[in-house]
């Protein structure tokens, strides 16, 4: 699996996102700076990593959305490449037209720093064929707006379609307001878009994905990517 | 030429951050206070000297960067 990973100013992630690709794929991603307008030939995968690019200045992810790097990402889309934005980059995705919806504050206003409980909608997408429909996953949080929401219309298509992979719930699977920490509408967590070749979500499954870290349900998700670039290729 | 560019959010959009404001407005015993709704207000410079072409630019700024229109309104004013 080729992967690059993006670096925006006040990204603070992209580190912990190229030691879970290199460690799961078993291959470094190559680190593309914002100011690039081109992807390395021949990637398979680009993530867009968390952290706090241009400081969250005027909204969460609208300055990165524009920056020059930002054509050749949905270039790549639109010709089915993957993407994963991870947190600050699902925010930056949902910014540059990649997803749907935006990320407003959280309900409670306070930056949610903790494992959270996830269940993954279904398995026959690559970014969750790691893992079984149903199933639920501890990874952590970190983020002060992750309270996503979109038009009735939005939502009512992104259900119809299955484009919710991930939502927020109880540790036994159960969708409770008790356990969606920050509001989201339906507790979304994760969506893909239509296509299913771009994948936003505000968790961080990197940091879940050896012994020492304590868990290692993150992992599913990239070696389910590595699954399916190798059967495509 | 100078000119605001004004971005709140649409109604129906949950505004905690104005909730808050609104409860800490509240507990300054500021009286009369029904409800809060925060925004943002951008004060541009143009070089420009035609109204009508700075009005489009200014659209086009706000349609682009100043607002996410998933969730925000925008207005622009040439102040002079």
Same mark, same amino acid.
């Given at each position: 699996?080729?992967?690059?990973?993006?670096?925006?100013?006040?990204?603070?992630?992209?580190?912990?996102? =190229?030691?879970?690709?290199? +460690? &799961?794929?078993?291959?470094?991603?190559?680190?593309?700076?914002?100011?690039?307008?081109?992807?390395?030939?021949?990637?398979?995968?680009?993530?867009?990593?968390?952290?706090?690019?241009?400081?969250?200045?005027?909204?969460? @992810?609208?300055?990165?959305?524009?920056?020059?790097?930002?054509? =050749?990402?949905?270039?790549?889309? /639109?010709?089915? @490449?993957?993407?994963?934005?991870?947190? $600050?980059?699902?925010?930056?995705?949902?910014?540059?037209?990649?997803? %749907? @919806?935006?990320?407003?504050? $959280?309900?409670?206003?306070?930056? &949610?720093?903790?494992?959270?409980? +996830?269940?993954? /909608?279904?398995?026959?997408?690559?970014?969750?064929?790691?893992? $079984?429909?149903?199933?639920?996953?501890?990874?952590?949080? *970190?983020?002060?707006?992750?309270?996503?929401?979109?038009?009735?219309?939005?939502?009512?298509?992104?259900?119809?379609?299955?484009?919710?992979?991930?939502?927020?719930?109880?540790?036994?699977?159960?969708?409770?307001?008790?356990?969606?920490?920050?509001?989201?509408?339906?507790? &979304?967590?994760? &969506?893909?878009?239509?296509?299913? $070749?771009? +994948?936003?979500?505000? %968790?961080?499954?990197?940091?879940?994905?050896?012994?020492?870290?304590?868990?290692?349900?993150?992992? @599913?998700?990239? *070696?389910?990517?590595?699954?399916? +670039?190798?059967?495509?290729? | 030429?100078?000119?605001?560019? !004004?971005? !709140?959010?649409?109604?129906?959009?949950?505004?905690?951050?104005?909730?808050?404001?609104?409860?800490?407005?509240?507990?300054?015993?500021?009286?009369?206070?029904?409800?809060?709704?925060?925004?943002?207000?951008?004060?541009?410079?143009?070089?420009? !000297?035609?109204?009508?072409?700075?009005?489009?630019?200014?659209?086009?700024?706000?349609?682009?960067?100043?607002?996410?229109?998933?969730?925000?309104?925008?207005?622009?004013?040439?102040?002079?």
């Amino acid at each position: 699996m080729k992967s690059a990973v993006l670096v925006f100013p006040g990204i603070n992630r992209e580190r912990d996102m =190229a030691r879970a690709l290199t +460690l &799961i794929s078993g291959r470094a991603p190559a680190m593309v700076w914002h100011a690039e307008t081109a992807l390395p030939a021949g990637t398979d995968l680009v993530v867009i990593p968390g952290g706090f690019s241009y400081g969250d200045y005027l909204r969460c @992810g609208a300055i990165a959305a524009r920056a020059p790097i930002m054509d =050749a990402v949905r270039a790549h889309a /639109e010709n089915g @490449g993957l993407v994963l934005a991870i947190c $600050n980059g699902f925010q930056i995705a949902c910014e540059a037209g990649l997803l %749907p @919806g935006v990320l407003m504050r $959280n309900a409670q206003l306070k930056f &949610i720093c903790k494992d959270v409980y +996830l269940r993954v /909608e279904r398995s026959d997408t690559p970014f969750s064929r790691g893992y $079984n429909a149903g199933q639920v996953i501890r990874v952590p949080v *970190a983020h002060g707006e992750g309270n996503y929401i979109a038009d009735a219309d939005t939502i009512a298509r992104l259900e119809a379609e299955g484009r919710v992979l991930y939502r927020y719930v109880s540790p036994d699977g159960a969708l409770d307001p008790a356990w969606n920490h920050n509001g989201a509408t339906n507790a &979304i967590a994760g &969506i893909i878009n239509a296509r299913g $070749n771009v +994948l936003g979500m505000m %968790p961080h499954p990197e940091n879940h994905v050896e012994a020492a870290m304590g868990c290692t349900d993150g992992r @599913g998700l990239f *070696a389910g990517l590595v699954e399916h +670039l190798a059967q495509a290729a | 030429m100078k000119a605001r560019v !004004t971005v !709140t959010l649409k109604s129906g959009i949950l505004d905690p951050q104005g909730k808050a404001i609104e409860g800490a407005l509240k507990s300054l015993g500021v009286e009369g206070v029904a409800s809060v709704r925060q925004g943002k207000v951008f004060d541009i410079e143009l070089s420009a !000297t035609d109204k009508a072409k700075a009005e489009a630019a200014l659209k086009q700024a706000a349609d682009k960067l100043l607002a996410n229109t998933v969730i925000e309104n925008y207005r622009v004013e040439v102040t002079g």
